[in-house]
């Protein structure tokens, strides 16, 4: 049985209906009628058949149920609150103003007539910037405001990206499933945290994203409004419409007058960013599929890769980076950097099986040179500075810290938590490594840090004055007590 919440009196109300109908597309499938209501009688008389939870606002914004009370009375049918015309809105309720990721791509060019028609509202569209590359950044704007948008808004987020997002999970050491390094998992929440933000610059009421309903980051998205505005209405068309694939687009597209890019559609679905460049679908959908040698774009083969080995080092300060051979970068500067180098000698090319989010598995193929040989300096420089048991609590941890940010909980307070341990721990991870790199693999040649834990003195098997020696008999002894009296046990001793 529905229920309702009562608001304060008012010259005329509008009524948002909760229902668990595939039709509806606001989050939790928020449905509006088509006309305003004039008294709680007729909102009484009004009510919807279906199962869910009735609001009732004075504004065009959904506000939060209190008090809840059964509705008796039955809409005639359900088809009729979808498609009846609704004065100032549109076939699925009325938005004000919604903000779209946008890409510029046929999926989001699309949405934004989608929206106009659905929602009756404004579209703002908005692009991030993180790394991406500037051929993606070319024409958006015209490209927007010719899909119907009203504005376009561009925010460069390389360095926030970098800084706030990439080094404390390569401080964490976090790894997702032994192979992943996060790439797209650490650059949906600074897209979505600046979404919310451009929202409440521009005084929309509601956001929206072109994911699908099969992957992992609309989780990723919808996770970072809820926890930085829970009151924004979220809007997820994939989820909702009968558009199912590239052609129904362009039909859409051509219907409502929105210009078609051009550009030759990959048979890759790609991801890409200042961290790393994803690839899935096509022939790596069948995973015992080797993948073609033309389809890495920021590595060469390792096999076409330098005869000669590269050296350099990585300065790192507290567990961050901070230059690369002796030159000090800025933190995007700096992975631009180790991308490039990286790159040349076709370091970081993972292929791997992962468990998505959603339940179920997925193969892709990841390119994150810089990365690599970043995880390689900090991993090879707390060798030095952490001790055995200090480490293995911080390996145990950066488990679920890669677990957390994968499932899009960069908010959450327990990611939160585990940061601050790590960045208390890793105070002492100060110092500079020396990488070799060849076809395809990085290797450790030195290491040294003014906090290392490791000495010389101590370790030589050359006789010194702190180790003696002899006491390891004792030590010896002690430690193999509860093996010894076990074996004791069973023999009757």
């Known amino acids: 049985m529905a229920q309702s919440t009562a608001v304060s009196p008012c010259s005329s109300i509008n009524l948002a209906f909760h229902a668990p109908k595939r039709?509806?597309?606001?989050?939790?499938?928020?449905?509006?009628?088509?006309?305003?209501?004039?008294?709680?009688?007729?909102?009484?008389?009004?009510?919807s058949e279906l199962n869910g939870r009735a609001v009732v606002s004075s504004t065009c914004n959904v506000i939060r149920a209190c008090e809840p009370k059964a509705i008796q009375a039955l809409l005639s049918s359900e088809r009729e609150v979808e498609s009846a015309p609704k004065s100032g809105g549109g076939r699925r309720g009325r938005l004000n103003k919604v903000v779209l990721a946008y890409?510029?791509?046929?999926?989001?060019?699309?949405i934004v007539p989608w929206l106009r028609e659905n929602y009756g509202c404004e579209v703002v569209c908005f692009t991030a910037d993180v790394g991406q590359g500037i051929k993606e950044l070319d024409g958006l704007e015209e490209k927007a405001k010719a899909s119907g948008a009203c504005q376009l808004v561009v925010k460069d987020l390389k360095e926030e990206f970098v800084k706030d997002y990439i080094f404390p999970c390569l401080r964490a050491g976090a790894i997702y499933e032994r192979k992943y390094l996060l790439g797209t998992s650490m650059a949906r929440p600074v897209i979505a945290k600046a979404m919310v933000d451009v929202a409440r610059e521009v005084g929309a009421d509601a956001v929206a994203?072109?994911?699908?309903?099969?992957?992992?980051?609309?989780?990723?998205?919808?996770?970072?409004?809820?926890?930085?505005?829970?009151?924004?209405?979220v809007v997820a068309p994939w989820r909702e419409w009968d558009i199912q694939g590239r052609e129904d687009a362009i039909e859409y597209a051509k219907k409502h007058n929105v210009p078609v890019p051009v550009t030759k559609k990959s048979i890759y679905s790609r991801d890409r960013n200042l961290w790393h460049l994803s690839h899935e679908g096509d022939i790596l959908e069948d995973p015992e599929n080797e993948p073609k040698k033309d389809m890495y774009m920021m590595s060469v083969d390792p096999e076409d890769a330098p005869n000669q080995p590269e050296y350099i080092e990585i300065g790192i300060v507290s567990g961050i980076p901070v230059s690369?051979?002796?030159?000090?970068?800025?933190?995007?500067?700096?992975?631009?950097?180790?991308?490039?180098?990286?790159g040349r000698h076709g370091i970081g090319r993972i292929d791997m099986v992962e468990n998505?989010?959603?339940?179920?598995?997925?193969?892709?193929?990841?390119?994150?040179?810089?990365?690599t040989i970043l995880f390689s300096a900090v991993q090879e420089l707390e060798s030095l500075t952490l001790d055995r048991e200090t480490m293995q609590v911080k390996d145990s941890l950066a488990l679920k810290y890669a677990e957390l940010v994968y499932a899009g909980r960069w908010f959450d307070p327990l990611r939160e938590s585990i940061d601050a341990f790590m960045e208390n721990i890793t105070k002492t991870t100060t110092g500079s490594v020396t990488l070799?790199?060849?076809?395809g693999s990085v290797s450790v040649?030195?290491?040294t840090s003014p906090k290392s834990l490791y000495r010389q003195d101590i370790s030589s098997f050359e006789s010194g004055q702190i180790y003696d020696q002899a006491d390891?008999?004792?030590?010896?002894?002690?430690?193999?007590?509860?093996?010894?009296v076990r074996a004791m046990l069973e023999r009757g001793i």
Not at 103 to 110: A, C, I, K, Q
Not at 216 to 232: G, H, I, M, S, Y
Not at 436 to 439: A, D, H
């Open 445 to 447: 040649t030195g290491r």
């Open 23 to 47: 039709g509806s597309l606001l989050y939790h499938d928020k449905l509006s009628f088509p006309r305003k209501l004039h008294s709680f009688q007729e909102f009484g008389s009004r009510a």
């Open 209 to 233: 994203h072109g994911c699908t309903g099969k992957g992992n980051d609309q989780v990723r998205f919808e996770l970072t409004f809820f926890a930085l505005n829970p009151e924004l209405n």
């Open 472 to 484: 390891a008999a004792g030590f010896i002894r002690l430690y193999g007590l509860p093996m010894r």
């Open 356 to 371: 998505r989010l959603v339940g179920m598995k997925s193969r892709g193929v990841y390119e994150t040179p810089g990365g």
């Open 436 to 439: 070799k790199l060849y076809k």
């Open 103 to 110: 890409s510029g791509g046929l999926d989001t060019s699309v």
């Open 324 to 342: 690369v051979n002796g030159k000090k970068l800025s933190p995007a500067s700096l992975l631009a950097e180790l991308n490039e180098i990286g």
